[in-house]
């Protein structure tokens, strides 16, 4: 009975088996997330490095820093904070 599989050790890998089912199953599914992740990252970066169609004039006014502004107003809503 040498290098033989009793019934107990047959019972016991193809629970082993089955237990592993699992975690390899999550792991596939984060690694398709990621990948999509990836994908969609690349397409939003490629479109932000685009050039723009529109063109400004010449001679165009530059426009205030209105986001400042607002932030420093809102500060001023909260004492607590400095």
């Known amino acids: ?3 033989a599989m009793t ?11 089955f237990s592993l089912y699992n975690p390899v199953r999550k792991f596939a ?18 479109y932000l490095d685009s050039a723009d169609d529109v063109r ?5 006014r530059s426009l205030p820093k209105f986001f ?3 932030f ?3 500060m001023s809503d909260f004492p607590m904070i400095r």
């Open 29 to 46: 599914v984060s690694t398709i997330a990621s990948s999509r992740a990836v994908g969609a990252s690349s397409q939003l970066f490629q």
């Open 56 to 60: 400004e004039k010449p001679k165009a």
């Open 68 to 70: 400042q502004a607002a």
């Open 7 to 17: 019934p107990g050790i047959f019972v016991a890998f193809i629970i082993a088996v």
């Open 1 to 3: 009975m040498h290098g």
């Open 72 to 74: 420093v107003s809102r």
